[in-house]
């Protein structure tokens, strides 16, 4: 049976579609819903078996972090406990393996989607490492560009190759994938070594030092690699 005023796809109820998906958005919940069940071959692959975090938004209200799998869920949204750093507690992970669970979140507004960088079952073995690039200033996007063109340099001196893709903030992140047998620790350190290499190959371009006392590292853009193996691949 469809929700009022909504629909149903693959048994999961769908509602309020043809409400604004948030203030000002310019587009409604249907267009979420539409659009993800539209690219779920692309997103499901790349989400199955990691603990999953979500951005959800509503109008009139301020969007949020949805990492804990809420009560009010179905029972086959498969779940796993995983201990959450930011919150000091075990959180109860949702795991997007298949269209319905997908169309579940979207139902949800779940606009952002922040697997992590490993699977379940797997916690000590990320799958890739990631650089975040952050622009000294909003408006100085060109220069976090600039910075992943230094980082591909530098990764393929080492024979490495990344991707490149935006933060969902204002900078951009490279992930670099590796073969699974790396651990964490193994892993922060060489990402700390790639971002090291990159600032001597060009250090009037970029980074990787906070400077407190002076605005936004003096212009730079910001060669991050505190990245661990257990946050968020940002889709």
Known sequence: MAAASGE????????NLDQPLFDDAGA?????????DAVRDR????????PLS???????RPSFMQKNVPKYAPEWVDTVT?????SHRDVAY??????????WFANQRAVEYHPTLVRAGHWHSPTHLVLDLDPPTPDAFDLAVRAAYLIRETLADLGLAGAVKTSGAKGLHVFVPVDGETTADQMAAATRAIAVR????????????????RPRWQGFPRLDA??????????
């Open 94 to 103: 949702a795991l997007c393996n298949d269209r319905r669970t997908l169309l």
């Open 226 to 235: 505190g990245r661990r193996g257990n946050r968020c691949i940002g889709l």
């Open 8 to 15: 149903e796809r693959d048994g999961v109820a769908l509602t």
């Open 198 to 213: 990159a600032e001597r190959l060009d250090p009037a371009l970029a980074t990787t030092r906070l400077h407190p006392r």
């Open 28 to 36: 409604t919940k249907r267009d979420l819903v539409d659009y993800l």
């Open 54 to 60: 979500v951005v959800r938004v509503r109008p009139g």
């Open 82 to 86: 995983m201990w959450a750093e930011s």
């Open 43 to 50: 997103i499901i692959p790349a989400l199955r078996d990691r």
